[in-house]
Each structure stands twice: as structure tokens, then as C-alpha cells.
């Protein structure tokens, strides 16, 4: 069995200084070669990273017209806000608002709104923070799409201006349980109150759980020498390893050479550049994400690249990092006590050390006084981004290295910059202290100015706060 415990560097934030296409990492320094031979570029560091502080969202009205439990899915939109001022902060996010809910109570959830993007603040009170406003009010562009995707669902978009189709959002959609098949990608266009939507796609063959969440843009010149032409990047992370154990990643083209919208319920033919082994094939901890866990969280995901040559493909999410994680409920008595659901005994491995091997039977065990919150818990969680060299993806693209061999080369922790909930809004969902799950949402990237924005979930309340870097 091959357990996945490599370490990584890592810098704490500290003082944040015809029809549409159908159907063992290496040391960094010894990634160089091949990206001068393939790209001419060197892989970005933590250390090129500025924190610039965040910022608070519009305020919102009755649901779904509100950003509360929402940020889902976030894109930038170069072209957007023209007339806005000149402070460094140029175009707009798309952003989606509160999701849908099962069972009736909000189907129209997960409806779109555009933002101004004000410079944002380091002020530690969220109150303090300045507030965007909105741009164009919330639409459902989603609406007739994806019907009965609204349990927990997942949600990604990526804006692209193609000379084949001018410009566009790409979506995905996609929610916890997939029961049935069924496609996961549209597009729709930027003037929300007449979205034009078009869709849906499958990507290839590949599972739902590993395609319908985070999105993003490709590289024109590496997508046309390494992914056939296909400049959007999608994928999901699922936990307790239904999508592999890591985050995902395929490129695809959702167009016809003559830019028209493939066929509803077309497989778009896609290539793979990341795919860990999912936990459906084996209940081993192998060919995974290095210190992978089952209750690890990747939410966005940004190609970065700078006018200085620094390139990356990031991850943003919220990692296990305890000694042991379970499928169950927190313990009251403490977080390094495991709580498991004993109903489940037997039936999969409910309790792991972190390095994958199993709890021995003092640790499978319930407790009493739990709440109902029941899933994969870490006796610790971090807030983190985690560094992909392209040169590695280019290489399993071309099938010269299998999908589940790259490895992060660094990761940058976030924690000091965030708020960490300051209202105390369900704790007993998202765990508290150094149980807190759900900390992090998507994220998106200005190429342009160099500038990334990454979501923080109830931050504001129930609202997230946008968090900003400049990359150097």
C-alpha cells in the first residue's frame, strides 16, 4: 500500500506581509529544467504572496436575494465595471448568492449578482471592512437547469472571452449526493437579465463527483501545446474520497469549431491533468494527495501566472491536519477524542490515524451529548493554499505521468488572515475552534493586475468576506 505522508513547505501568513468535441513529485528545484524547456516559467512561491486585506459584500434582502449562505462559486470579469474608479481594483466578480434548499423551500436559490470591487481593508472588525456594491442585481440564470440538484449543492464559474463565442460564463453544477446521472456544465452570458443560458454538458465519462465544482481559465498558449486546445479548467473535490483522494482537475472545450453551443446532453471530450485514487476502489489511503485526509475541503481553484514568468496552479480549501479523523459527530468531551457512528460500524473504516492506517477499537467508539451533525470530522482543520507545479499536470495531459502522482510543492496558511466566523453562526454545523470546518470558498484570479480574491464563508454572518493578494 503507498500512503500519501510527504510534507510540504509552508509559509504562514503571519504579519501578512460540427457538433461541440465529444467523446512521486519531484524536489521543486528539479521541476526547472522541464519549465524552461516547455513553458520558460518558474514555479510561484508563498513568498510572492501580499496580503491586501478584504472586503464585505452588498447587503442583501429576503432569500434568495442575498449573499447569505451563499459564495458558492465566484468569478472576475476584466471587462466589467468600465466606469469605475481608477484605485487598482479594475473589472467586476460574478458571484452567487444563497443556495438553492431541498424539498421545496428555495429552488430558485443560487441565483447570480455582479459586483464593484472596492480596494480592500486589513481592519481586524468586519464591520469595519468597506462594503461592494452591486453592479447587477441577483438573476436566476440557473432557472429550468439542473432540476432537483438543491442538497447541498456545489456550484463553479469561470468568465472567457473566446474569439469563437465572445464572452461567456462557464457553469458548473453539481450537489453532495449524485445519485443519478445527470449533466453538470452550461454557459450563459454576462447580462444577467438576459442570460441566454445553453447547456447542459457532461465532461466525458468522468464521475459527477469529480467535475461540477470549482472552475478556471487555462492559459491560452499551455492549453493549445498540452490540453488539446482546451482552455477551462473544472473539477470537485468530495469528501471522504468519492472524487478521488484530492482535488480533481480536467480541461475542456465547450464550444463547436464554429463556436456554436455543443448539443444538449453532449459529452464533451476532456483532458485530464489531476485524479487521485477515489475511495469507491479502495478503502487503502494510496495514490493521494500528500497528508491527504476524508474530511478535507477543496473549494477553488486559480491558474495563476505573472509578467515576471511565476506560474501555478493553486487550490483553496479547509485541510484536515488532526492525529486522528472519523466519520461521526464532535465530541463534547474534546477534539482529539474521536465520536463515531457506531450504526456504521463494519461497513467501511470509520477511524484513521493520519497517516491512514486505522483507529485501533479503543477509538471506535460513540459518545453521548453530540449534536446532529453528522460527517467526516479531523480532530484539527487549517485554512490553506496548495501549489501545483503545470509542468507536472503537462505531463500527465500528455500521459507521460499517471494522474495521481503530482504532488503540491508548497502551501500558504491563511488562517491569520481570516475572521473565523466572529458571529458565531451555526457552530454546530461548522464545528468550532480548531474543529472549524467550511472556512474557505472559491476563489478567482485578475491576470491582468495580478490580483486574487478568495471567499471566506461566515465571515459577515452568514455572508461571506472577500479576501484579497497581490502576487508578485
Known amino acids: 500500500m503507498r500512503t500519501c505522508l510527504a510534507g510540504l513547505v509552508f509559509l504562514v501568513l503571519g504579519g501578512m506581509a460540427g457538433h461541440g468535441e465529444t467523446v512521486a513529485s519531484l524536489p521543486p528545484t528539479l521541476y526547472l529544467p522541464l519549465i524552461a524547456r516547455e513553458t520558460a516559467e518558474s514555479p510561484l512561491q508563498p513568498s510572492d504572496f501580499t496580503y491586501l486585506g478584504a472586503f464585505r459584500l452588498p447587503e442583501g434582502r429576503e432569500r434568495p436575494y442575498t449573499f447569505e449562505y451563499g459564495g458558492n462559486a465566484m468569478t472576475f470579469c476584466p471587462e466589467g465595471d468600465p466606469s469605475g474608479p481608477a484605485d487598482g481594483f479594475p473589472g467586476s466578480l460574478f458571484l452567487s448568492g444563497h443556495d438553492r434548499l431541498p424539498y421545496s423551500e428555495l429552488p430558485n436559490g443560487g441565483q447570480i449578482a455582479e459586483i464593484r470591487i472596492p480596494a480592500p481593508s486589513k481592519a481586524r472588525d468586519v464591520a469595519l471592512l468597506p462594503r461592494a456594491a452591486l453592479l447587477q442585481d441577483f438573476h436566476n440564470v440557473a432557472a429550468g437547469f439542473f432540476p432537483g440538484l438543491d442538497e447541498i449543492p456545489r456550484m463553479g464559474m469561470q468568465f472567457l472571452r473566446s474569439a469563437a463565442t465572445g464572452a461567456k460564463i462557464h457553469l458548473a453544477w453539481g450537489q453532495h449526493f449524485q445519485e443519478t446521472a445527470g449533466a453538470s456544465h452550461a454557459w450563459f452570458d454576462p447580462n444577467l437579465s438576459a442570460p441566454n443560458t445553453r447547456g ?273
Not at 472545450?253 to 446532453?265: H, I, N, Q
Not at 478503502?283 to 500528500?290: A, D, P, Q, R, V
Request: glycine share 10%; aromatic share 12%.
Open 200 to 472: 447542459t454538458w457532461f465532461i466525458g465519462s468522468q464521475s459527477l463527483y469529480s467535475v461540477n465544482d470549482y472552475m478556471l481559465e487555462i492559459p491560452a498558449a499551455w492549453a493549445e501545446r498540452f490540453s488539446q486546445g482546451r482552455p477551462l479548467g473544472t473539477g470537485r473535490f468530495r469528501d471522504g474520497g468519492w472524487s478521488g483522494m484530492g482535488p480533481a482537475l480536467f480541461a475542456y472545450r465547450p464550444w463547436t469549431d464554429a463556436g456554436a453551443a455543443p448539443a444538449d446532453g453532449t459529452h464533451l471530450m476532456e483532458t485530464t491533468l489531476l485524479l487521485y485514487q477515489d475511495s469507491a476502489t479502495t478503502e487503502s489511503i494510496e495514490k493521494c494527495l500528500s497528508g491527504y485526509q476524508h474530511p478535507d475541503e477543496w473549494q477553488g481553484a486559480a491558474w495563476i501566472t505573472t509578467p515576471g514568468g511565476k506560474t501555478a496552479v493553486l487550490f483553496a480549501g479547509t485541510k484536515g491536519i488532526g492525529a486522528r479523523y472519523w466519520y461521526g459527530y464532535i465530541n463534547p468531551a474534546g477534539p482529539d477524542i474521536p465520536c463515531v457512528d457506531v450504526d456504521l460500524l463494519g461497513q467501511f473504516p470509520l477511524c484513521r490515524h493520519a497517516d491512514g492506517t486505522p483507529c485501533g477499537t479503543e477509538d471506535l467508539s460513540g459518545c453521548s451529548g453530540h449534536n446532529l451533525y453528522r460527517g467526516w470530522w479531523s480532530s484539527r482543520f487549517a485554512a490553506r493554499i496548495i501549489f501545483y507545479n503545470p509542468a507536472d499536470l503537462a505531463q500527465v495531459a500528455r500521459a507521460e505521468k499517471s494522474s495521481w502522482l503530482p504532488q503540491p510543492y508548497a502551501a500558504l496558511d491563511l488562517d491569520q488572515a481570516l475572521y473565523l466566523n466572529p458571529g458565531q453562526v451555526e457552530t454546530e454545523m461548522l464545528g468550532t475552534g480548531l474543529q472549524r470546518r467550511y472556512r474557505i470558498g472559491d476563489m478567482t484570479y485578475d491576470r491582468n493586475s495580478r490580483l486574487l480574491y478568495l471567499l471566506e464563508l461566515f465571515a459577515d454572518g452568514a455572508a461571506p468576506v472577500v479576501h484579497v493578494w497581490r502576487l508578485d
